[in-house]
């Protein structure tokens, strides 16, 4: 299984249902062992190859806080059936409920009932942070921060939230989100005003906008609104301080502060960000029904003095969604301990342990952790020394055995490369019958949950992910 040169592919499935629209994508997934032929094998993911991107779908809804669940359903079982993909073929993926959709009263339940179309293994939701790292990820930021050798930061903008994400050589170093989108005021064919998101109001009135539900709209009211929003978008990537009423439009915590080089936008908006389309009329705005490309021209003019800085995102509106189905999963190591018919394990939620020279003090307390969670399993979590000794695995050994809870089995995740050695030790102090899964050479943090799914070519997948619903 682990000879230099075998390579193994899988099916991923990627649907992102988001405030404006719901997309489904199918990825083929090669994994290879990348050592040489003298080493221990070290699978990896080699390439991801997109074989089918699905039409774009209005998101169903029965009322502005409810998703209509049966048409959504009908729209993924439709793309299945175009695309010639069985739901038993898929082996991962990521189903993701974004933005304003993700705050519907039924929004659970939609992914509890979807979770189905994506195999045995996949992220149930992701908060806005992983949108915001997924999108980023899509829309090719990643890529461009090796390229330029630069900060680059990603703005992912949708029908009602935007997902940032700075990455500096390849790698996320900031990601936050903002309650800013294109359906945050709707507009009817007469031009009056329809909704207005109660998350913008106070901007309305620090602004004093006549933007009142019931009341024909005015031009100059509303690109005033989508100004606002554009000039939010330079202060964030040059790192100028916002003003009070524009910093609350943060989702749960704001960003670092960190100047950006390079500047991408991707998701609907985008679209008319990278085009020369104009809106000179209420009559314009109307055709829309939204504010979306009025905000899309506000922010090309907001950037039209600065063309050096600003880049062209390699996907766009499927840039979330793209993510989602193959920027989501990352591969374990190889040398590592589990047992098949346990797999594939969903939403196991992360105790993540203190680093301390000490490892006696590492694993304090963890019993009274492991107790919260009542009757589920948890995984314990930890970077580890980089070349242990085998009294070191002895003592880790010795405690994940002690914290041991009745039937379930003992799940571990360490960053560093010992996971085989830790799960047998663990394994010959456990009684006969106790199941132990010890991976490594995955990063995860408190407030995490894994999936694990089932083996190839002696790795696991993996999807770490922060669940909006975990509250």
């Known amino acids: 299984m682990g000879r230099f040169g075998m390579e193994r592919e899988f099916l991923s499935v990627g649907i992102d249902i988001g405030t404006t629209t719901t997309q489904v994508i199918f990825s083929r997934i090669k994994v290879e062992n990348t050592a040489t032929s003298f080493l221990i094998p070290e699978m990896k993911i080699t390439d991801k190859k997109i074989l089918y991107k699905s039409e774009i779908h209005f998101t169903p809804l029965l009322a502005r806080d409810k998703i209509h669940l049966p048409e959504l359903k009908a729209i993924i079982e439709s793309e299945y059936d175009k695309a010639g993909i069985q739901k038993d073929e898929i082996v991962t993926g990521a189903i993701i409920i974004t933005g304003e959709t993700a705050r519907k009263n039924n929004a659970e339940e939609v992914l509890r009932v979807l979770s189905d179309f994506a195999g045995d293994f996949v992220v149930a939701t992701a908060g806005p942070d992983l949108e915001s790292i997924l999108a980023g990820y899509g829309a090719g930021a990643a890529e461009a921060s090796n390229h330029f050798t630069a900060r680059v930061v990603n703005f992912d903008i949708g029908g009602g939230t935007t997902n940032g994400a700075i990455f500096w050589e390849g790698e996320v170093i900031d990601s936050f989100a903002l309650d800013i989108g294109g359906r945050l005021i709707q507009i009817d064919q007469q031009g009056v005003i329809c909704y207005i998101s109660e998350k913008i109001t106070q901007l309305i009135n620090y602004l004093q906008l006549e933007l009142v539900v019931g009341a024909k709209a005015k031009l100059k009211d509303i690109k005033a609104l989508t100004d606002a929003f554009a000039k939010i978008f330079v202060q964030i990537s040059s790192s100028e301080s916002l003003e009070e009423e524009a910093a609350k439009l943060f989702i749960g915590h704001r960003h670092k502060g960190m100047k950006a080089e390079k500047i991408m936008f991707s998701g609907g908006v985008a679209e008319f960000i990278y085009s020369d389309y ?25 950037f039209e003095n600065d063309q050096y800085h600003l880049v062209e995102a390699r ?157």
Do not use: W
């Not at 809106?279 to 899309?296: A, H, N, R, Y």
């Open 315 to 471: 996907e766009k509106i499927r840039a979330t969604v793209i993510g989602a189905g193959s920027h989501s999963i990352k591969i374990s190591g190889s040398t590592i301990l589990f047992d098949e018919d346990l797999l594939p394990l969903k939403n196991i939620p992360i105790i993540k342990l203190a680093e301390n020279e000490d490892i006696n003090h590492m694993f304090n307390g963890i019993g009274e952790k492991i107790k919260r969670y009542g009757d589920i399993p948890v995984a314990l979590a930890f970077k580890g020394p980089k070349s242990p000794s085998y009294g070191q695995i002895k003592e880790m050994a010795k405690a994940i055995a002690a914290n041991a809870v009745g039937s379930h089995p003992v799940i571990v995740i360490v960053e560093n490369d010992f996971a085989k050695a830790l799960g047998q030790t663990v394994m010959n102090m456990l009684n006969t019958g106790t199941r132990v899964i010890c991976i490594d050479q995955i990063k995860v943090d408190n407030g995490d949950y894994i999936d694990i799914g089932k083996s190839i070519a002696n790795v696991v997948p993996t999807v770490v992910k922060t669940l909006i619903f975990k509250q």
């Open 278 to 302: 104009e809106i000179g009329s209420m009559k314009d705005v109307t055709l829309f029904g939204d504010i979306g490309p009025l905000l899309g021209c506000s922010i090309r003019k907001a």
